[in-house]
């Protein structure tokens, strides 16, 4: 099973940009120890929600034959906290794609806040790593991944 | 009109800080980017597409960095070192670097010292003008 993290696409632009949601729980039992009687949404966690938008995003551009590995965090900065009960809005935007990689910038909001700006890189791992073997099944987009976008009605 | 080399190599400058998070005062003309700075392999991806989008111009990966191709070539490489085949290949690819000291100890290994922030002036510069 792969780790889910983000809940839905509301805005999906092919090869473009993305706008996913995640909906904070205090069911997440991280939050219990981060920190104890403090909550607050650890700050990788939020890069892990943008990576998966952003992931997906890039990934659809080539039509998932592409096994996208995040390879870089070109910049994180983050403004404000995010508590339990909070709803982030995740902008991711592809700023250039290529044969073997893929770059992209992205914003994560909740209501008026600012709360992070994260922008990445994604590798196109068969088309990088030459010479090394990997499997021909794409481990990285699964069925549960791609379920995300069928709500959508994006294939 | 045309950008002077100073300005060319300052903004070199600017890419390479973002992309590799070094000081402005590391980033020499002669600053090797893996040994000097520290850049890995999808560095030179990341390089490549800030280049690209500061300078606007199109840049195909192995133009840049073509050392990766020769490297899987048994034909251009034997016993850790280029041939001669592979050293004239290599400045066939490479013209925007100067490879006097390397080609008298054309070892793989010392490949990456090839990479230098004045080859990437160089190169940007050529770019340019085409």
């Not at chain 1, 250039?96 to 890189?121: F, N, P, V, Y």
């Not at chain 2, 990966?61 to 490297?71: G, H, Q, V």
């Not at chain 2, 390397?102 to 510069?125: H, R, S, Y």
Request: net charge negative.
């Amino acid at each position: 099973m792969r780790w889910i993290w983000i809940d839905k696409f509301i805005e999906f632009d092919s090869g473009k940009r993305a706008v996913a949601i995640k909906n904070v729980t205090l069911a997440e039992e991280h939050l219990h120890d981060h920190f104890p009687g403090f909550c607050v949404m650890p700050e990788t966690l939020m890069i892990e929600a943008m990576a998966q938008t952003a992931g997906i995003l890039v990934g659809e551009a080539r039509k998932f034959q592409e096994k996208v590995i995040l390879a870089k965090i070109k910049k994180a900065a983050f403004f404000d906290y995010v508590r339990p009960g909070d709803t982030l809005k995740l902008e991711a935007k592809i700023e250039s794609i290529t044969a073997e990689a893929a770059t992209t910038s992205g914003k994560i909001t909740c209501q008026e806040r600012t709360i992070a700006e994260i922008d990445l890189m994604f590798s196109h791992i068969d088309k990088n790593l030459a010479g090394k073997d990997f499997p021909e099944e794409n481990f990285v987009f699964t069925d549960m991944f791609k379920s995300l976008l069928r709500g959508m009605n994006i294939r | 009109m045309a950008m002077s080399r100073d300005e060319i190599f300052g903004q070199v400058q600017e890419v390479l800080v973002d992309a590799l998070g070094v000081d402005d005062d590391e980033v020499t003309a002669e600053a090797t980017l893996m040994q000097d700075l520290g850049a890995e392999s999808i560095d030179f991806l990341d390089i490549v597409f800030r280049l690209e989008k500061m300078f606007g111009i199109k840049i195909p990966r192995e133009e840049l960095f073509p050392a990766e191709n020769l490297m899987n070539n048994s034909e251009l490489i034997s016993n850790g070192k280029l041939t001669e085949k592979g050293l004239a290949e290599l400045k066939n690819r490479m013209p925007h670097t100067d490879l006097a000291a390397f080609e008298k100890d054309p070892d793989i290994n010392k490949m990456g010292d090839l990479f230098t922030v004045n080859a990437i002036v160089n190169f940007v510069e050529n770019k340019l003008k085409e």
